[in-house]
Every structure is written in C-alpha cells, then in structure tokens.
C-alpha cells in the first residue's frame, strides 16, 4: 500500500470515527445548531428513540427527527418502494410513509444524520442485507450528500422468545445470544462494505442480559398453560413486552422494547449522536427502578465506547 493510499485510509476513518460529532460541529459564535436526525426504520427505530428528545432537551441538545418508518419493514421492502416512486412518482407504493415517498420525506429538509436498519427477524441473515443496504445508502447519500449514514443495529429478542431471527434460508437461531451474534456479525460486515458506523444497540441490549444480576431470567414458577388474570409471570430487569393481559387473554411480545428498554436504546442513541456520556441525565421513564436505570446508562455509554475503539484500532492498525 502507497503512502498515499494510507493517508487516504486515514482520512477516512478519522472522518467515520463519531463522523456524527465532525457534522455537528458547532460555528465560531458558540451557539448549538439543531441536530437533525432521519429514520429509515419500523417499529424498532421508534422504539429505541422514544425518549431520545427527552434526553437531548436535558443535555441542551436541540433535536429535529424525520421518521419514514413501515412496521416490520426490512431494508428490501424500504428500497421496493423507492423503485415503485422512481417509475411512476403517482404510484400510491411509492408512497407509503403517510402518503410520501422517500424522496419526498427526505428533499423537506437537511438531515445531519440518516439512518438505516434491517427487519430484526432478518437480522441474522446477511445475505438480506445485499443489495439493499447499498442501494439505500446510495440513494440518500445522491439525495442527501453531506448526510452521514449509519446503521441501527437492532436487538436480539427475549430469551424465552418462542421464534428467533433468520440467520441462512429455512434456518433460524435457537436462542437469544445466538440471534445477538449472527446478527451482530451481518450488520458488521455490511457496514464495513459500505464504510459506516453502527449504533450499538443490539450490544448494549446483550451487554445487560449477559450480567448475572441484571439480566432478565424466566418465572418458572408461573402457570403459563393455565393462567389467571391478572397475574402475571415476574418479569424482573426485562427489556423487551414480555408478558400482559389483553381483553383477558395473556398477551406475549417477545421482540419489542418495553419502557426500560426504549429508555436503554435512546440511551445508546445519545451517546452516540452526541459523544457524551448519559450517567448524569436525570430523566427516567416512570416505573424504572433507579439502580436499574443508573446500569441502564453506564451500559450504554461503555457499549457506544468500546464500539469507538474498535474503530480506534483499525486506524492504528492502518497507522503501523
């Protein structure tokens, strides 16, 4: 390798390294300009920022998010509907985000950042990545050039889960650490392809499980054939649904965040976004218990740190 050609490298990931930190550097006055965030996601994105305009406003962060979100959608069925509106903008599949295209939603205004994710059932599976995750970072980057683009990595569902993600066709992971790894490696490898950084949220949901006193273990205790409302299994450091009562049937939602798990991924999203660490912020959602919470924003902000130096050690790597 050229002198030159590292040099470029160099460049490069010094720009990729918290690139979203460079993007919003603030002009010689002083004065904060507002962040402006774009979602390409489902319900997952919405999750994981519920309360991220909470945490922002607190840390003196002017926050400004576009959302063109499809539940369940994956990278495929986004970019289907970006080649519905490129051959006929009046096609109503075009426009599937409340009546607008993507292009649409994303020529209203200029966005810092733009992110994307996978359909977590998918997630494992890298070859669901391809070509679709290149085709939609292109496409905001032609709409958008000045934009950094990153990947939302999703997270791995409950342990007690009764499904998990694709990881290869007809072949799906047999537990909840097997999810977290097989979609780890994909959203990794891809965002390596395109030269992307990625918020970790998938680590920092599995960072929480992988510790004894705060991950989340099934009631055994509980009569799940034979239940009785409104009794409910202990759910106990859980940051996924899990278990309610719904209309007197006992409901079971395995794959979406609950309370303290959306208040962990706006957690993971803040420190990323901003480059600071969360520990301080006071604000909680109700219902989180305190010492809870205080691991909640300790996790997140070590998982987006080790994130950081691994980043950190390519360039040394690059450097040698």
Known sequence: MSLRQIRQQKVFLLLLLFSVKIAFAQPSTGKKQPLHLFLIGNSFSQNATRYLPQLSKEGGHELVIGRAEIGGSSLQRHWGHVEAAERNPDDPQGKPYGGKS?????????????????????????????????????????L???????????????????????????????????????????????????????????????????????????????????????????????????????????????????????????????????DESPVKLTFCPDGIDKKFATQLKKTAWATVQKEKKKSEHKLVAIER
């Open 102 to 142: 993507l292009k649409m939603l994303l020529s209203e205004g200029v966005w810092d950042v733009v992110t994307i994710q996978q359909a977590s059932i998918l997630s494992g599976d890298v070859d669901t990545y391809r070509p679709y995750a290149k085709k939609l970072y292109e496409y905001v980057k032609k």
């Open 144 to 274: 958008q050039p000045k934009a950094t683009v990153v990947f939302h990595q999703t997270w791995a569902y409950r342990s007690d889960s009764k499904d998990f993600s694709q990881i290869a066709p007809k072949d799906s992971a047999r537990s909840a650490e097997e999810m977290w790894e097989k979609s780890r490696a994909a959203y990794h490898t891809i965002a390596n392809e395109l030269g992307i950084a990625i918020i970790p949220n998938g680590d920092a949901f599995w960072r929480m499980n992988a510790k004894t006193k705060w991950a989340f273990n099934k009631d055994n205790t509980f009569n799940y054939s034979q239940p009785q409302s409104p009794s409910l299994p202990n759910q106990t450091h859980s940051l996924h649904m899990g278990y309610r009562w719904d209309n007197d049937k006992l409901a079971f939602d395995s794959h979406h965040a609950n309370d303290a798990g959306c208040y962990l991924g706006a957690l993971v999203w803040y420190s990323f976004l901003y």
